[in-house]
């Protein structure tokens, strides 16, 4: 009994189907499915074992003492669309007892594809909604590249360039690391004057006096997904009076994100590697196969019905 042959011509059109699917994956799906989520809600923390500060509530010093910063993110979907999302962080600073050292706060939107901030949808940072935020957001945009980019520092207020350095292995994941060292500038004008004496200048009974602060910042980025999996923060604030010199310093904190976040944030870099696998290599590549198997298998020439696979003669031949 003879099984019923799939038409050539059905061979050919599956096989250009899975061909032009493989290439939709590839080329466009892939791509346009690469953006920034509305939806947000991470937290990580950063901690120096053994930082410095002066408080300048009680007018003390403390030395050696652990600090922890916690960094939370949150999305406003309500406020984004399909090329701006927006997403507020919030920054606290804090003894192991949970005393607060310093905080902040901001609102701000962004492309979703490149990372780069918009000016819209009520930003602002800490007290200030006039607030000019440039540059990257918050981290970099997919498939980064080993280059520099411009990035908006909070405590600063202030574009600053985000320079690559070079790849370094985090738990075994390939990395860009890129950093950026600035300041001193000056962030804070306190309203309230300091004793002399505070300040190393008894002879002087009140001062008026500013913060200035200088940071380095550098961050592990996984480049195809541009996650951030570590951070590492040196920050050095200082109080200076009207004539510009640093009179006490008033806080020194190295941080360094926490065993467990980098772990965490490992994890989600792989995972999206492996969709990239899928997604990218393996089904476009599975696709292809078949399809061209197919369009071969349907442009094969078929003999003629009823002709001898032996070769032998036919009836005509016959005795």
Not at 56 to 77: E, I, M, N
Not at 124 to 129: C, L, S, T, W
Not at 224 to 236: I, Q
Request: hydrophobic share 40%; with cysteine; proline share 6%.
């Amino acid at each position: 009994m003879n099984r019923p042959r799939i038409p050539q011509v059905v061979l050919a059109g599956a096989g250009a189907f899975l061909v032009t699917l493989a290439a939709l994956l590839r080329f466009h799906v892939y791509d346009s499915v690469l953006l920034l989520p509305l939806e947000q809600g991470r937290t990580y923390r950063m901690v120096a074992p053994a930082a410095d500060y002066f408080d300048t509530a009680t007018l003390t010093s403390h030395t050696g003492v652990p600090l922890v910063s916690t960094t939370t993110l949150s999305g406003d979907a309500g406020a984004g669309n399909r090329d701006t999302a927006v997403w507020v962080e919030f920054t606290s600073l804090t003894t192991a007892s949970g005393d607060r050292i310093d905080y902040h706060e901001r609102r701000t939107a962004f492309d979703r594809r490149t990372a780069m901030t918009v000016d819209c949808c009520g930003g602002y940072v800490d007290e200030d909604a006039g607030a000019r935020q440039s540059g990257l957001a918050f981290r970099l945009p997919f498939r980064a590249e080993p280059r520099t980019y411009p990035m908006y520092d909070t405590t600063l207020r202030t574009v600053v360039p985000l320079r690559y350095e070079q790849q370094e292995q985090i738990d075994g994941l390939r990395t860009y690391r890129y950093t950026y060292t600035a300041g001193p500038a000056k962030i804070e004008d306190f309203p309230q004057q300091f004793p002399g004496k505070v300040l190393g200048l008894p002879g002087w009974r009140a001062l008026g006096v500013s913060r200035y602060a200088e940071v380095t910042r550098t961050l592990w980025v996984e480049p195809e997904s541009g996650l951030t999996v570590k951070v590492a923060e040196k920050h050095r604030q200082g109080l200076r009076t009207p004539d510009g010199y640093e009179r006490r310093m008033s806080l020194r904190a190295d941080l360094v994100m926490s065993d467990e976040d980098v772990g965490a944030k490992v994890a989600d870099a792989r995972a999206f590697l492996r969709w990239v696998l899928v997604i990218r290599d393996l089904l476009p590549g599975l696709f292809l196969t078949a399809g061209l198997l197919l369009i071969f298998l349907g442009s094969r020439p078929r003999r003629p019905a009823g002709t001898s696979r032996s070769g032998g003669a036919g009836p005509e031949g016959a005795e």
